[in-house]
């Protein structure tokens, strides 16, 4: 089956894309889950009137069992494992052949996005096991690029000391981690007085990279460049990557530019209703429909993330942090959930409606504030002590960026109703206020 490059611009499904018409009618044909969630829908109905997908009905329809999310008997593929830090494991399934086909579709494209070249050394150093994708899904994309090219998969579990002088004995040019470790490692060299000089390029992945990261990162790797490698999840798969390689004295590391990775996915961005966004700069909900997957479909469905077009008929955008699904500090995904029993456990029941959480920069950490409206009790500092040893009970991400210094302490700012921030649109009160944007 042919996949088409056209965006669809109005019109009923089948005029639309005959990629999306096949892939809709085949979920409704054999998804239990979109049967039932688009049962309420015409055949013909047009593809921007299909629901953004229920988010939370769709991984508990998947937890009472795999079956409710899958089109045919699994039996040939790999699983994955999702989900944020804190919540429940989410699992995703991808035959061998739809892994190989996206893995082909991103490595055509970072060949001229990534800045990698014939002859790189690429020194791997993802997270690995527990079920968790990126390890593998990175190395599977290197062995499909279609230069020369070396790997070195040293994964991230072995100490700063093997990952410096593996990439020194192996002269290795790219790093391809996660931000996170790219700056643990990065300090311990900075530490030891070391540099990494034959690294050219770093394609960090997890997280946002700020400039005041910079410092660090160029005192370890001195003749390096930075960019993200892609923008994606485990769920989507690989979404988008970057329009171009770094460029020196760019900002290519703080405000990439991506481009949809067409034939892979269908990415829109929307506003609350649903309603797909196509005028440059207006941000909205990035949603996703993967092109590919079959054996277990995803239908405009929501990312996570709030992004705006640059150019909608080139396809490219930018990002402006997490949506209100969950926060997303360092590497570390905290649900709204999670920060409520926070609150209410440790200060009071009745403020889980009268707070909100900031995430912002200061020191060249991120810094997470809890915002709550009530006036501050005399044991304010016992209670940070308190949300802090919860947060590293339920979060091991949040004790490795605290002990890589990546994230600061928690803190709790007691204010008045009045100075909680609310939506410009809606006027209701904002559970996440970003500022590291500002």
């Avoid at 089948?14 to 054999?30: D, G, I, Y």
């Avoid at 795999?66 to 991808?94: H, Q, W």
């Avoid at 070195?152 to 981690?177: H, N």
Wanted: hydrophobic share 40%; glycine share 6%; aromatic share 8%.
């Amino acid at each position: 089956m042919a996949i088409l490059d056209a965006v669809p611009t109005g019109g009923d499904a089948k005029s639309e894309n005959p990629t999306l018409s096949e892939l809709v009618s085949f979920a409704r044909t054999h998804s239990p889950f979109y049967k039932a969630s688009l049962a309420h829908l015409p055949h013909d109905t047009s593809f921007s009137n299909i629901p953004v997908t229920d988010v939370e009905a769709y991984w508990s329809s998947a937890s009472a069992s795999e079956k409710n999310i899958l089109t045919v008997p699994f039996r040939d593929g790999v699983v994955m494992r999702s989900g944020g830090s804190t919540g429940p494991p989410k699992f995703v399934y991808l035959t061998r052949d739809e892994l190989r086909r996206i893995c082909a579709i991103k490595a055509n494209v970072v060949c001229t996005a990534s800045g990698i070249v014939p002859g790189d050394r690429v020194a791997n150093l993802s997270p690995m096991g527990g079920m968790y994708g990126s390890f593998m899904l990175n190395n599977t994309a290197l062995m499909e690029l279609p230069i020369d090219n070396i790997q070195l998969p040293l994964g991230w579990q072995v100490s700063e000391e093997v990952m410096a002088d593996t990439i020194d004995q192996f002269e290795a040019t790219v790093i391809l981690s996660t931000a996170y470790s790219v700056t643990k490692l990065a300090g311990w060299l900075v530490e030891k007085g070391r540099k990494l000089e034959s690294v050219r390029l770093i394609l960090f992945t997890g997280e946002q990279f700020f400039k005041d990261m910079r410092p660090l990162w160029h005192g370890a790797y001195p003749n390096a460049l930075f960019s993200p490698y892609l923008y994606g999840s485990v769920e989507c798969g690989p979404v988008g990557l970057p329009t171009h390689p770094p460029q020196p004295d760019g900002d290519d590391d703080v405000s990439p530019l991506y481009k949809v990775l067409r034939p892979a996915v269908y990415m829109e961005i929307v506003d609350k209703q649903g309603s797909p966004i196509t005028t440059p700069g207006v941000k909205g909900s990035v949603v996703a429909t993967h092109l590919i997957k079959r054996l277990q479909p995803l239908i405009r469905y929501p990312v996570g993330d709030i992004a705006a077009w640059e150019d909608y008929t080139q396809q490219t955008f930018r990002l402006y942090g997490r949506e209100t699904v969950a926060l997303k500090i360092s590497n570390t995904l905290l649900d709204l959930p999670l920060l409520k029993a926070l609150i209410a456990k440790h200060i009071s029941e009745n403020a889980t409606g009268r707070f909100q959480s900031v995430v912002r920069r200061a020191n060249g950490k991120n810094v997470l504030v809890l915002r709550v409206a009530i006036a501050k009790p005399d044991n304010a500092a016992a209670i940070r002590d308190a949300i802090e040893d919860h947060l590293a009970k339920v979060s091991h991400a949040w004790v490795l960026n605290r002990e890589a210094g990546t994230i600061a302490p928690v803190e709790v700012e007691y204010v008045d109703f009045s100075q909680l921030v609310l939506g410009s649109d809606t006027g209701k009160l904002k559970n996440f206020v970003e500022e590291r944007f500002e």
